[in-house]
């Protein structure tokens, strides 16, 4: 017989996994940072490159820390992910559709969102509810 902590509601990864995760976040931001303050010159294929595999890295490492376990994993934790996955969902949609409005405001021409940048401002989103929720909880 299974105990209610046993039941996996989600894909979840071990909670050693946040360490790593977090590493890999410092290390993609690390290595951003130096190649941008030492201005080191690169082909435009070189700079295409590396950004996508820093971002890839940053991304992955905010995966791997949205993803890890609690320590105590029950219905509380997981209540609390779901509210922040559609709070997140909700925002998501509402950044897509409201950025190109604040970009013909402030900039000239309107910009396109990647699929990277939004990756990004959802796993950011998703860990603040779910942290900020978490923390209000205790």
Same mark, same amino acid.
């Given at each position: 017989m299974e105990s209610k902590t046993n039941k996996n509601k989600g894909a979840r990864i071990h909670k050693h996994f946040k360490k790593l995760g977090i590493g890999l976040i410092l290390i993609a931001f @690390?290595?951003? @940072?130096?190649?941008? &303050?030492?201005? =080191?010159?690169?082909?435009?294929?070189?700079?295409?490159?590396?950004?996508?595999?820093?971002m890839n890295g940053f991304i992955l490492?905010? &995966?791997?820390?949205? &993803?890890?376990?609690?320590? =105590?994993?029950?219905?509380?934790?997981?209540?609390?992910? @779901?509210k922040a996955m559609s709070q997140t969902f909700i925002w998501a949609v509402l950044y897509v559709i409201l950025t190109p409005f604040v970009d &013909?405001?402030?900039?000239?021409?309107?910009?396109? @969102?990647?699929g990277q940048q939004v990756v990004i401002a959802m796993l950011f989103c998703y860990l603040l509810n779910y942290h900020s929720q978490k923390f209000s909880n205790k």
């Open positions: @690390l290595t951003a @940072l130096v190649i941008k &303050l030492s201005h =080191i010159e690169m082909m435009p294929t070189q700079k295409s490159f590396f950004k996508v595999f820093t490492g905010l &995966l791997f820390v949205a &993803l890890a376990k609690e320590k =105590i994993e029950d219905e509380m934790i997981a209540q609390m992910r @779901l &013909l405001i402030f900039k000239d021409p309107i910009q396109s @969102l990647t």
